[in-house]
């Protein structure tokens, strides 16, 4: 292999040469436009900056809180529970793993539905319609303590 049989990586782009004369395209202004702050050395502005006006996060007011104690609760409607089988105990595993909750979430059952089929449910919560709902088809209902 000599010298000359070398060629470049494929990909590889060569930088802009800014500021080589005009003949290059990229002469004189350097592709910056003519005068103002982006055209000066080291130009250009913050995020967030509004051109001196009061910024938008400043200027509306503050308002509410972030609870950090708060649990995340997740409220499953009974409707959801008709795509298990038969004689299924259905607790926050397997609700998790078909993607209705997230593992550590509080579960609520809520919501009024015919279901056709007796299935063991285990949650935190349920609504009395959804009691009702699992209960009329000969299921039952298991509330579970919460993790402290």
Known sequence: MQLHELKKPEGLKARKRLGRGN??????????GHKGQKARSGGGVRRGFEGGTMPYNRRVPKRGFYNKWAK??????VRYLEQFDA???????VLAGCGLCSKGETVRIIGKFDLTKALTVKAHKFTAGAKESIEKCGGKIEEIGFDK
């Open 23 to 32: 003949a290059s395209g990229t002469g004189s202004t350097s592709g910056k």
């Open 72 to 77: 995340d609760t997740c409220e499953i409607n």
């Open 87 to 93: 004689d299924k105990v259905v607790d926050l595993d």
